[in-house]
């Protein structure tokens, strides 16, 4: 079981930044597949951005490389970088990993103003 807290979301203008953070509650060595998904006001949640414990990357066609995931085992924390935002990237962000089940944080809202 791993218990998952985002962080660095907020209100920012079109073309601004953001990082976002997804603390874990233990070591993320072993966890294989770990993301970032997002749901955008009355829209179901969608993949962001995926990495393997190996490194792998995976992003979703809309982050047009804009968007970068990065993982660091040493301090049990995965990282969402994200530039060039548009009022499009709106929602809230949820931090996921696969370990024996399929685990979530709680969210953290990104709103982006144009």
């Known amino acids: 079981q791993v218990h998952l807290v985002e962080s660095g979301g907020g209100l920012v203008q079109a073309g601004g930044s953001l990082r976002l953070s997804c603390a874990a509650s233990?070591?993320?060595?072993?966890?294989?597949?770990m993301g970032w998904y997002r749901q955008p006001p009355g829209k179901q949640r969608m993949l962001v951005a995926t990495?393997?414990?190996?490194?792998?990357?995976n992003y979703a066609d809309f982050t047009k490389g804009r968007f970068t995931i990065s993982r660091d085992n040493a301090k049990n924390t995965v990282y969402l970088q994200m530039n060039s935002l548009e009022p499009e990237d709106t929602g809230v962000y949820y931090c996921?990993?696969?370990?024996?089940?399929?685990?979530w944080g709680q969210g953290t809202q990104v709103t982006v103003s144009s």
């Open positions: 996921m990993a696969v370990s024996s089940g399929t685990y």
């Open positions: 233990r070591s993320i060595f072993s966890i294989n597949d």
């Open positions: 990495i393997t414990s190996g490194g792998t990357r």
